[in-house]
């Protein structure tokens, strides 16, 4: 409706939208977000990032498509929903925190709009949490491989005050896995000595 | 006391406040609050909404009057609270998320204070959480009944970050509440595939 | 890594930081930091806020020390978690909120860094939750001693959307401590007739 459309800022030419929504996560709708939107005749209207009590230190998400024609707003949703078990893959969590990882050979308008990422470029993001582990990470990524950072966000900034820090970077594909591997390595030790041995709830795919 | 007056930026007209807070709940309280202010000699002085970690998706609220007798700051918090039992009758709840549908006649300072509702006027506000649900329901709203709407918040703007889309809106008293139970109707089904039936703890009034 | 550095904005004289983070509170880790600062040669970059899902209504932290030397770094980290057992000391919670009280007679960085103390100065601080409880708190320890309020912080402003009331003052050393004593008094007696009886997980110090 026009009235809600004016209120929700969107632009009028897309009549129809697509909703995807989170309690838990926003890394993993936001890739497969970027995979919808490369795979249909969409755009990503909004992204937005609850700070929500599900899910314990991190955030919640909130994605909108939209599209000229219903059936392609449909499909955009369908698509991210099939691959949301490929993006939750380089999630790990215990009952300390939690770890995420993600890659794409080619950006697209989801990383654009949520981190600013360079459309079609190699692109990775890591997170931490609690954010003390975060802070580590991001120093063992960017030593680990020759990246270049596009943002640092924290509890005070670029975050919805979660306990996370997130690191986004770019650079040759082989240089943004190094670090992402790196990483991962390292987070997966430090926040195992928090707690429980963390574990993905799908299948790592990095 | 009059340096903590200041430090909270109240006028010291007011020298007794009464206050209202809640873990769990903003809607209900400010609806109440709404009502403790057309029936005493007293007038809002801040309404905020924390991201409390209890109650799901949404928020807390901490409510405060001000009166220049203690009498009537005293009056204002127990018409309030007297309130409550009636605000939450369309608040519906399951392990999902939740919706929440509130209406009034004849909006006062509270609704005015929050919602920059015109004072005197129906009044009609709808949450739906996880926001995704909200979505959905403000967009049923607007098409069910000829409303205006007055705010559109998700969890980017005009919320603490909770998970969470609120609509509000004016229009004719009739339209107010059609739009209401339309959106009430499409909400509890919607939030139902999600979890258990939405269900809530007192007597709807809608 | 100064890619890093730059994205954190730290100034890169500090080749080494230290880091502390919780999950579950922030002042008796900003406390503690306090007098990790005044024993060792290293600085406060940073002290940021998340709002975190565990611990209830309250704020989790993220402390970041920095130092020329790695030895001062690990110093720091090491002498502010010996703190932590005294700086938890007058933290008092049950299952509806929890309340917080600290007090040193010489505020360092750490303070004036979170809370804009005056160096050398005596501070208090003190914390009330849910919100409402705070304010009365707030009113309560400015009417038992002749202190001057530093800040008021609370739902919408100065806190990470927690429901918390937070207000900090200064005087001299007597007053600051009377003021809290007289606020933890109508504090623990308050919370507790929300739930259980508040208690501390150590051992109070004021």
Excluded: W
């Excluded at 599900?54 to 949703?77: C, M, N, P, T, Y």
């Excluded at 989801?110 to 931490?128: D, R, Y």
């Amino acid at each position: 409706d026009s009235s809600v459309h004016e209120a929700m800022k969107l632009d009028k030419k897309y009549r129809s939208i697509g909703i995807i929504g989170g309690r838990t996560g926003a890394g993993p709708q936001i890739m497969a977000a970027d995979e919808a939107v490369k795979a249909t005749n969409t755009e990503i209207l909004a992204i937005e990032l609850p700070r929500d009590t599900k899910g314990g230190a991190g955030h919640g998400s909130l994605i909108i498509f939209g599209a000229e024609d219903v059936a392609d707003a449909r499909r955009a949703v369908e698509v991210a929903l099939k691959e949301l078990e490929r993006t939750f893959g380089d999630v790990y969590g215990n009952e300390a925190g939690h770890l995420e990882f993600q890659y794409t050979a080619r950006a697209s308008q989801a990383c654009e709009k949520a981190f600013n990422a360079e459309l079609g470029k190699s692109f990775g993001l890591l997170v931490g949490a609690p954010a003390a582990i975060g802070v580590v990470l991001a120093d063992t990524a960017v030593k680990a491989a020759n990246v270049d950072v596009i943002s640092y966000s924290s509890p005070a900034s670029g975050t919805s005050f979660t306990n996370e820090v997130i690191l986004t970077f770019s650079g040759d594909s082989g240089a943004v896995r190094q670090a992402l591997i790196a990483a991962r390595e390292v987070g997966i030790k430090l926040l195992g000595t928090l707690g429980s041995e963390p574990v993905t709830d799908t299948v790592p795919y990095i």
